[in-house]
């Protein structure tokens, strides 16, 4: 198999495994509590990505700054997504949930105009970003967000989930000069010092009568949906780059809807469909991708918007 074919399969690989997330996260809430679920797959992935460096001759980074950038990279990008999209999908089917990740991108430009100082919007990224956030709107429902129930509450709190992604996407730049599975490691480390007192305390996961399928979904989640895909990550980035991985945005929402249809039979009304559609349209435009399509020779040279 030639490099470029194996790139996209395990992009495609990527996508179905984070797809599958929403998934188990559903199944595992049939008996275990939301931050119990987030600890366990934290944890376990953790184990298995120390293990995974150790074995490859490599140890967790030495002392200093960047571990402080490795604590935010574990809060923003595990702790409160993990936890935050458990809550959400009380209230939420899988597959709405997958098609909320799909607005990462938005909230990516956005805090990177905000956070840095040479990634400000462009007039194309003004207009996907709103784009974008208006398919949101249609998504939850303009009457939802003026009477807060549950579901809209379970979507703004998956949202949520995904601006903290996009956040830890932004201070992970801080973390380049490391080794990539020496970080990776490291984050996951932290995300579990961090989160598995809490879900002790709170949970008192002892208390609980999880089923054998709740604990094999918590299971699913941290071998496979957090362990194995950051080794796939890792892999992908090796052969192609960050911005070959970015089709991921496009491609998990996708597997998630495909998931909880076929898993859970949750079909997607009409106007989720025309919602998802749009979020999409406007990642593409902020993206740059509609210029590239109509302009494939010219120079992406865009002026700030002041």
């Known amino acids: 198999m030639s490099n470029t074919l194996l790139s996209y399969a395990l992009l495609i690989l990527l996508a179905a495994i984070w797809g599958s997330s929403?998934?188990?996260?559903?199944?595992?809430?049939?008996?275990?509590?939301?931050?119990?679920?987030?600890?366990?797959?934290?944890?376990?992935?953790?184990?298995?990505?120390?293990?995974?460096?150790?074995?490859?001759?490599?140890?967790?980074?030495p002392r200093g700054r960047h571990w402080l950038f490795i604590g935010g990279a574990a809060a923003l990008g595990n702790v409160l997504p993990f936890s935050l999209i458990s809550f959400g999908e009380r209230h939420v089917d899988s597959s709405l949930a997958a098609i909320m990740m799909s607005t990462i991108p938005l909230f990516t430009i956005l805090m990177a105009h905000i956070m840095t100082d040479d990634e400000k919007l462009s007039t194309e990224k003004s207009v996907g970003v709103a784009v974008g956030f208006v398919g949101v709107v249609i998504l939850i429902g303009p009457?939802?967000?003026l009477d807060l129930g549950a579901q809209t509450v379970g979507q703004l709190t998956i949202a949520c989930g995904a601006l903290c992604y996009a956040l830890s996407g932004i201070?992970?730049?801080?973390?380049r000069h490391l080794p990539k599975l020496q970080s990776s490691a490291a984050i996951m480390v932290v995300a579990a010092l961090m989160i598995v007192p809490i879900a002790l305390?709170?949970?008192r996961p002892w208390t609980l009568s999880p089923t054998a399928i709740g604990v094999t979904s918590v299971v699913m989640l941290g071998v496979m949906a957090t362990a194995l895909a950051q080794v796939v990550i890792l892999w992908i980035?090796?052969?192609?780059?960050?911005?070959?991985?970015?089709?991921?945005?496009?491609?998990?929402?996708?597997?998630?809807?495909?998931?909880?249809?076929?898993?859970?039979s949750e079909w997607p009304g009409t106007h989720v469909k025309?919602?998802?559609?749009?979020?999409?349209?406007?990642v593409l435009i902020a993206q740059g991708g509609v210029t590239k399509l109509l302009h494939p020779r010219r120079k992406d040279v865009r002026k700030p918007v002041t």
């Open 22 to 61: 929403f998934l188990f996260i559903k199944v595992a809430l049939g008996s275990i509590t939301p931050l119990t679920i987030a600890a366990g797959r934290i944890a376990l992935a953790g184990v298995i990505l120390f293990v995974i460096m150790r074995v490859s001759g490599h140890h967790l980074p």
């Open 143 to 145: 009457a939802a967000l």
């Open 171 to 175: 201070i992970s730049r801080n973390l």
């Open 201 to 203: 305390i709170y949970d």
């Open 237 to 264: 980035l090796q052969m192609r780059g960050a911005s070959f991985l970015s089709l991921n945005n496009y491609l998990v929402p996708l597997f998630g809807v495909f998931w909880g249809a076929v898993f859970l």
């Open 274 to 282: 025309f919602a998802f559609a749009i979020i999409l349209l406007g």
